[in-house]
């Protein structure tokens, strides 16, 4: 499959050349037919674009919201282990591990078996035994 951008630059030449040659026809596409694709594939893409900053509107502010709302948590949750004490039921609350951290980390793998430091690496090529 094409590109929007690959196949609305297509399309364009061609309706420019369909329209400086009004003689030429297809059996089910009139000129008329083919710009109103165009123009409403167009357009499409226009609102997608609108869309598309919007989005990123949004996003910008969203990242801004929450590094503003982690930092005020912060400064909440120090408050409240400065008020109610380290050890007390409403600062436990709010220290409380979000379920994607409650599991730790995840398990390391295990590593390879050790060999012991006395014994050489056997070369079985020169250690067969038939000495060849």
Known sequence: MFGAPLIKAQAALVLKVWKANCEFRT???TVEDFEAVH???AQVLKDIEA???E??????TRQKLAEKLNELSTRARSGMRGYFGPKSSQY???IDTPPSRAEGPPARPSPPPQREVNQP???HE???AFGV
């Open 51 to 53: 869309r598309h900053r």
């Open 39 to 41: 123009d409403k594939f």
């Open 121 to 123: 690496e056997r070369n």
């Open 27 to 29: 059996k089910d596409c």
């Open 92 to 94: 436990q609350q709010v």
């Open 126 to 128: 020169q250690n067969s």
């Open 55 to 60: 989005l990123e509107r949004l996003r910008t």
